[in-house]
């Protein structure tokens, strides 16, 4: 029996022929998805291979740490808030990561005719089948074990470990379903791309943590969030086999029914996130084929009319659209924006800091500067067709140093003043100061001299690709190279600061401030300036270079 539809046959399936079960399907789906790309090369082979040996490792050795707590004061405390974390986990790796897993894409099954109800079960069934859900289990069952005495505990770890993973699995279902257009879009991408720096800072975040929480007393800080954390499914799970355990019956009925209803409220979200998703049309069509309406962002308008007039404004307003809009230069910035406050906000909080540690910042965002026309990648073709001579190319370097200066002075003064306040050494605050503006303005007039002699490409294919194949050298020498020029230049800096330091004359440490403004201002345009005729000069070399991406 067929339907014929616009001279398209599609079988469909006798009359009283019952409906095929979308579970099984789906896991053999998601089975057949595995083997067959695992067929492919030899070298997702081998990734896939040692990212399931390494995760069984490391899953073993946690799960065995974790049933050595078995019997431990604080074993509750550590296993609820693992639980947590784990649980953060997985709402938050789709978003990092949305290529990580094709499956999690509801959108590829939006053509088909089916209910979304069968859909989550199938969905849920299939996304338990991979590498993250077995690590999970294995620390699930490591959990329970270092917490359930009894019978009556035994009992609960069993209900617990299932109810984990399915809340765990879940809510990255319901996470990645409400956000599939945001993680198909430019911007999804953009926070992909960004998710190296967050971990970054979560491991920054957890390294001092640790130092603090052990320092002040160990794992007996952790219990007033313990208490709240063991409230918050699917936490609860954990938290009830440790209720029953200890007797709390009442406690335990309590998180597991607050464990259930938050299960069901999960899966009612992801079913009214999915059906959304399968009958609302993209809103991306939509905009498009709307009248495009008057922002405000136009280059003659709003924020852009603060910029200077001619080459110069139109230099900087693109050199700072690029730092907003392009994925790998709004990553750049990012990171050195986030690194450069950490590191001498930390070891101030650490008391190990100083006020100079601000230079950190400063050198990360003078970093910026270093392969200027390599970061328009194969768009600089447009920008050369206006270079004819070094006074254009002077406007155009000396345009980029501003845009640049525009951000990273008050990143500098801001940084350098959070420092010193934490600190308390407001003393010190001039001649830190001072160093972080020299230091930027040294670096900037190597950037510029980097950038003309220097340049290389920048790939768009790869999220963490920086250098196309074959400049790699290249790129290490402008960039070194640059750096230990930089702090020859800023030489004379650093010894007028030891000098006044090592002769107890911290009266005239404010000399520091204004020669450090000068001294940056002084080397930025001496920079730029001695840049311009080397890159009028070999302008056709730079454009073949940065254009090889």
Partial sequence: MTATTASVTVPTAPAGTPAVSLTPLFVRLKLSLLKNGLKGSSKRKAVWISSLVFALVVAFFMTLGLSLLHGHAHAGTVVVLLAAILALGWAFMPLFFPTGDETLDPSRLVMLPLRPRPLIAALLASSLVGIGPLFTLCLAIGSVVAV??????????????????????????????????????????????????????????????????????????????????????????????????????????????????????????????????????????????EPRKDRGDRGDGGVWAFLPAGR?????????????????????????????????????????GSV???????????????????????????????????????????????????????????????????LDDWNAFPAGLGMCLALVGSMMCTGSLASAHFAYSIPTDGAFKNVVPGQAGLAWLGIFGGVLVSAVICAPMIALTIYLGATDQQSLTWILLPLGI????????????????????????????????
């Fill in 518 to 549: 000068a001294w940056g201002t002084l080397t930025t345009w001496a920079g730029v300036r001695i840049s311009a005729p080397a890159v009028s000069r070999k302008l056709p070399e730079i454009l073949v270079a940065v254009s090889k991406g």
């Fill in 148 to 289: 359930a005495r009894g019978a009556a505990g035994v009992v609960a770890a069993v209900v617990a470990v299932p109810l984990l993973l399915v809340g765990c699995v879940a809510l990255a279902r319901a996470v990645a379903t409400a956000n599939v257009r945001l993680l198909s879009s430019r911007k999804g991408r953009d926070l992909a791309l960004l998710s190296g720096l967050l971990i970054a800072i979560g491991a920054q975040v957890a390294n001092f943590a640790s130092q603090r929480l052990f320092e002040a007393g160990g794992l007996t800080q952790l219990e007033p969030a313990e208490a709240v954390v063991r409230w918050l499914p699917p936490a609860t799970a954990v938290g009830m086999v440790d209720s029953v355990s200890d007797g709390d019956y009442a406690v335990a009925a309590a998180q597991l029914v607050l464990t259930l209803v938050a299960l069901a409220a999960l899966l009612w979200f992801w079913e009214r996130s999915l059906t959304k998703l399968m009958v609302t049309p993209d809103g991306s069509t939509i905009a498009a084929a």
């Fill in 312 to 352: 110069t404004g139109a230099v900087m307003q693109r050199s700072l659209r690029y730092a907003i809009r392009d994925p790998k230069t709004k990553a750049s910035w990012a990171s050195a924006l986030a690194i450069g406050l950490i590191v001498p906000v930390f070891n101030a909080l650490q008391g190990t």
């Fill in 356 to 422: 100079y540690l601000s230079c950190f910042g400063a050198g990360m965002l003078g970093v910026q500067m270093y392969n200027q026309f390599g970061q328009d990648t194969s768009a600089f073709w447009m920008v050369a067709q206006t270079i004819s001579s070094p006074r254009d190319a002077f406007v155009e370097l000396r345009g980029r140093a501003y845009a640049l200066a525009l951000i990273t002075v008050p990143y500098t003064v801001l940084v350098t003043a959070v420092t010193a306040g934490l």
